[in-house]
């Protein structure tokens, strides 16, 4: 269920606030000065006395503050639920909702904002507090949005990832393993604690939802669990990988759901509005299968599993920003793209007050930071509260315990996720013995050298036949699990073309750059998935 909040700032009166969407606007007063409190499209109550007390826990919600003339929003520490907003000073008002078209439907016009324009087409998503629609705004996780009677705003980081706890930081490696494998079937029979069933496990090839499968064949009726896995075709490894896993673990043969280009493009009809362009369309997944099916109950989610294991995870203490993956990455594509300079130096300055973020925290290196509060509040959590206008879902790696042991313990434990690899050995021995197809693992690095030729073979097939306009008669190859690149020249080919054309004529491509993405990459890599993201941002202005 979405949430629309109207907040109405009249002269010599409180602030009128007024859920005109949403059933979840639930009074948790309780703070000792007096302030009225209020949690908004939260899973579950935080039982904790007062605001502090809130602040300083892991909770999931958006919580209102009203405090005289002043009203104070709330995000949750990783923005699980989304915050978008935008005020309209001739009505002295402001709207808050977790969809963004409801935002956009409040408008008089959408506009583009160019430097999120094309952050979203170098990141995937804008930067700090942007979106690419003028006027409107996204609160990242952790942190407040004050509203004064002018309309006046005011953003701060009240969750500053700040964890040092010298006990846990001296803990051994196997002291770390058994202590995280507690807490995380803690967490997963707590959160799911009065769900009666049925509960839908997605698990891929990967190691984060194969812990989840360990964690629900250890604690819930396996009759009650069905595994389903996303592939575009049966054959991928993908889902040959999450059978044997299920067979092992006496669970049910997963359910298939196929991802073709169809799939991709019916999701370009919805999710880009829905979301403000945020998560992207090519990212729909599960969410087709829930929109497809009648299923409800509680989906078993890896939510936050990556930012919480450590797979941006790095050794580089010392390091600048400067010097980071990310900045690197935009000072090239800058380049390639011939971007204006104030697109440049303005994107540059966004990333430079991240950074001032990032040293008041204990993460690893910037780009892990980025990663956590950039990557998880604006993609991985909004996704899952998608998901959650289905089915409720379960979320067990996010609890105040978990993230004051993986981020106090030693940082080398959490590289490659390496504590994660042994919970699920400890758990559940010998379930390590199957393959993986993890995210830490890029295709063509595992298996034999004849098969990683073979599949390498395939893969340059494949390139030619998109080049010479015979993308539909692609080889299936089960290292594969989408086929984005086929999608982009078929299904998707004449919206991208509309899509660059568009851009072009609303000024956002120069003739230089609408040369350049002009043809469709032929290979999955950073080009094909600036083109998704370009096509991604012309679904909100059509």
């Avoid at 004050?146 to 953003?155: E, P, Q, V």
């Avoid at 299968?289 to 936050?304: E, P």
């Avoid at 909004?382 to 993230?403: H, V, Y």
């Amino acid at each position: 269920m979405s949430y629309l909040l109207k907040v109405e700032f009249k002269e010599h009166s409180s602030p009128v606030v007024t859920e005109l969407l949403g059933e979840r606007f639930t009074d948790v007063s309780g703070d000792a000065q007096g302030n009225n409190l209020f949690l908004v499209s939260g899973k579950s109550e935080p039982h904790l006395p007062g605001l502090s007390a809130i602040l300083k826990s892991v909770w999931q919600g958006v919580l209102v503050k009203i405090d005289g003339a002043e009203v104070t929003i709330y995000s949750d520490p990783v923005g699980s639920v989304p915050v978008y907003y935008t005020s309209i000073s001739s009505r002295n008002t402001v709207y808050i909702s977790d969809s963004a078209d409801q935002i956009f439907s409040i408008l008089d016009k959408i506009e583009l904002e160019m430097v999120a324009f094309w952050q979203s087409v170098a990141f995937e998503t804008p930067l700090g507090n942007r979106t690419i629609i003028a006027g409107v705004y996204q609160l990242n996780g952790g942190q407040s949005l004050r509203f004064a009677s002018d309309l006046d705003t005011t953003i701060q980081r009240y969750w500053d990832w700040n964890f040092r706890d010298e006990v846990i930081h001296n803990l051994s490696f196997q002291e770390c393993i058994e202590r995280a494998s507690e807490l995380l079937e803690s967490s997963f029979n707590s959160q799911l604690k009065g769900c009666d069933g049925p509960y839908l496990l997605p698990i891929s090839g990967g190691l984060d939802s194969r812990l989840v499968t360990v964690l629900a064949s250890r604690n819930l009726p396996k009759d009650l669990v069905q595994p389903v896995t996303y592939a575009y075709s049966s054959r991928s490894q993908e889902y040959q990988l999450a059978k044997a896993v299920c067979s092992n673990l006496g669970l049910k043969e997963p359910i298939f759901h196929e991802l073709n280009s169809t799939v991709y493009k019916d999701a370009t009809e919805w999710m880009p509005r829905e979301t403000g362009g945020m998560v992207a369309f090519f990212n729909c997944h599960l969410l087709d299968y829930l929109r497809k099916t009648d299923f409800r109950g509680t989906v078993l989610t890896s939510a936050f599993s990556d930012g919480l294991c450590g797979y941006e995870s790095q050794d580089v203490q010392g390091e600048s920003w400067e010097n980071s993956a990310k900045v690197k990455q935009w000072i090239r594509f800058s380049k390639d793209y011939g971007l204006d300079e104030d697109i440049s130096c303005t994107t540059m300055e966004d990333l430079e007050k991240l950074s001032w973020e990032w040293t008041r925290s204990s993460i690893s290196s910037f780009d892990e930071f980025l990663y956590i509060v950039e990557r998880h509040s604006k993609f991985h959590l909004p996704l899952i509260n998608l998901w959650q206008r289905f089915s409720s879902t379960a979320t067990p790696f996010i609890s105040s315990e978990l993230f004051e042991l993986f981020f106090s313990m030693r940082p080398e434990f959490r590289i490659n996720k390496s504590v994660e690899k042994d919970v699920v050995e400890y758990l559940c021995p010998g379930i390590a013995d199957i393959g993986s197809m993890s995210s830490l693992v890029l295709t063509g690095r595992t298996g034999s050298r004849s098969k990683r030729l073979f599949h390498r073979s395939i893969n340059f097939l494949n390139v030619l036949l998109r080049g010479l306009g015979y993308a539909e008669h692609e080889i299936p190859s089960s290292r594969i699990t989408e086929q984005l690149a086929k999608a982009l020249h078929t299904e998707l080919r004449a919206d991208f073309d509309a899509a660059i054309n568009e851009m072009y004529s609303r000024g956002a491509l120069s003739s230089f750059q609408l040369s350049k993405f002009s043809k469709p990459s032929l290979r999955f890599n950073e080009k094909l998935r600036s083109q998704l993201s370009i096509l991604n941002a012309f679904r909100i202005f059509e």
